[in-house]
């Protein structure tokens, strides 16, 4: 099945069309224009009994939770927690996001709660990585995952249970300035890393700008010169986006997932001369033991006697030459007519980058 898949691909790579343009947008990003990660702890509350039992560090958010609104716990009384849960509440900060805007929350179990499905949770504060407050988690849990437990101790789970989203469920107390506005330059990361590509995106921009402004430092990063303030960098920076630049062909990668026995080879792998023959040997073991019976009326004792016998059988597969730039379609042609299995793919294809005919990056997942 492997093998048609890649044959398949192989039949796609001969007829496909040459590398097209796309948008700088597409390539990368402008530095400082990010996401920012907000993390956050809090309490579920209005669980039908699937939530934390009396662990410590549930009672005391609780606690707290009761002293907000004036209630102060007796010393040394512990509210029952099976309809409570201790969650981490986590979420992403878009770029540019302001004061009052609403963002998506992710809430997971903390403790040994065995379900957050139909729980509220309780006003929580969301904090980046300088410890600052950028946004407050509050609503009701949309979970996905259902559990179900009988007295017998059997259960029975679906999905994640212990898991789940309240959709615009914090406010944005806080911007983040992205310092685009004053930084010195603007600079635009591509997301993998490319000389030529670098290179190609500095010349479309100067290209349609007229004016040599773009420059690339890297394989990864182009600076841009920009005038100083928000409004001139915006429209500069919407310009840039939309330029169409043809990126360069990726590198020659054979990548092999080991645990599934999944091979994808990309269209710019060649071979070296080389010549692979690739067999398999069986070897099968057969137990047959035998009862023997002692002679009547004698002082013998039944035994059993042991039958063994060990084939093995060798496959007399073909040699076959891979010829100097041999491609992709050569390749799976020439696997595909020994009839080798994925893991037998993989055996050859490593064979051929220790011998130095593969000319590519083995990435073994």
Do not use: C, W
Not at 53 to 67: K, P, R
Not at 73 to 91: E, I, R, W
Not at 207 to 215: C, F, H, K, V
Not at 322 to 347: K, T
């Amino acid at each position: 099945m492997l093998i048609r898949i890649l044959l398949a691909f192989a039949a796609l790579a001969a007829f496909a069309a040459p590398a097209h343009a796309v948008r700088i947008k597409d390539l990368g990003s402008f530095q400082g224009v990010r996401p920012n990660q907000l993390v956050g702890y809090g309490i579920v509350v209005g669980l039908a009994g699937t939530g934390d039992d009396n662990l410590e560090y549930a009672t005391q958010a609780m606690g707290g939770v009761a002293s907000r609104f004036g209630i102060t716990l007796p010393p040394g009384v512990n509210p029952a927690l099976k309809n409570a849960a201790a969650v981490m509440v986590t979420a992403d900060l878009p770029a540019f996001a302001r004061p009052g805007q609403r963002i998506d929350v992710t809430i997971s179990a903390l403790g040994r709660a065995r379900s957050l499905r139909g729980g509220t949770l309780i006003l929580a504060p969301l904090r980046g990585a300088d410890n600052q407050i950028y946004a407050m988690a509050q609503g009701s849990l949309v979970v996905g995952g259902l559990g179900v437990s009988a007295q017998d101790g059997s259960q029975v789970s679906v999905n994640v249970p212990s898991a789940g989203r309240i959709p615009n469920g914090a406010t944005v107390e806080r911007a983040v300035d992205a310092g685009f506005a004053l930084a010195p330059q603007l600079t635009f990361n591509l997301a993998d890393a490319d000389f030529t590509t670098a290179r190609r995106v500095a010349d479309a921009i100067n290209s349609e700008l007229g004016q040599p402004i773009a420059s690339a430092v890297d394989a990864v990063s182009i600076a841009i010169a920009a005038a100083p303030g928000a409004e001139p960098r915006t429209a500069l920076m919407s310009r840039i986006e939309n330029i169409e630049v043809t990126p360069a062909d990726a590198p020659a990668r054979v990548i092999v997932n080991s645990r599934t026995g999944t091979v994808v080879i990309n269209g710019a792998v060649r071979i070296g001369p080389a010549a692979v023959s690739h067999g398999r040997l069986t070897v099968s073991v057969d137990e047959n033991p035998r009862i023997i019976q002692p002679a009547p009326f004698s002082r013998g004792q039944t035994a059993e006697e042991q039958d063994s016998s060990i084939e093995i059988v060798e496959e007399q597969l073909r040699m076959f030459e891979m010829a100097p730039g041999a491609e992709l379609s050569d390749i799976v042609r020439a696997v595909n007519a020994i009839g080798a299995a994925p893991s037998d793919l993989v055996a050859i294809l490593e064979a051929l980058k220790q011998a130095g005919a593969l000319r590519a990056e083995l990435v073994v997942l």
